[in-house]
């Protein structure tokens, strides 16, 4: 796996550590207040652990995850946290490289994600990692899209849908 930016490694989370994910999850959402967005409406914040093909984790103990469902047969990242006290130390860049090496080993030639538009550390950010936005939905993104818009996600600020395409590994 990839390393993570404080010298840690990026791995697969252990069963033990999923209930402590939610407290990240919920520090790092608590930064969106910064650029008045928020709050998020309750919207089973650990289904999408429980929900998850895999689940990958900085340090241990853990200091930022990237939760992973398959969405039209993709890799799609449903939540990157990191803790604000770690942020803007390549956790979240460690974590995603982590993502997408997970998935090229995996067989998948890409991977989604949904995010705001305009905040500095959602899509500008993906965007250095070589994601770009998407005009046109497979069927299930669509769905998420929806199911955002329905819970008031999109009140808050434009977002969008992104695709980074991986180099298939040849043997």
Known sequence: MARAGVG??????RSDE????GDIEEESD????????GPFAED??????ARAVVVLVAEDP???FASVEIVDGTPHIW??????????????TALVEGVCDWATSHGYGAVTLTTYRDVPWNAPFYHRLGFRALTELTPELAAIR???RA?????????????????PVVE
Request: proline content about 5%.
């Open 79 to 92: 939540q990157l946290s990191v803790l604000p006290f770690f942020s803007r130390l390549g956790i979240g």
């Open 62 to 64: 853990p200091v930022g």
């Open 151 to 167: 819970i008031g996600d999109d009140d808050f600020a434009p977002r969008l849908a992104m695709r980074r395409d991986l180099t």
């Open 30 to 37: 608590a930064r969106f207040a910064e650029v008045g967005i």
């Open 146 to 148: 929806s199911h955002e």
């Open 44 to 49: 089973d914040n650990a289904g999408h652990l």
């Open 18 to 21: 999923l209930v402590l994910l």
């Open 8 to 13: 840690g490694e990026i791995r697969i989370a």
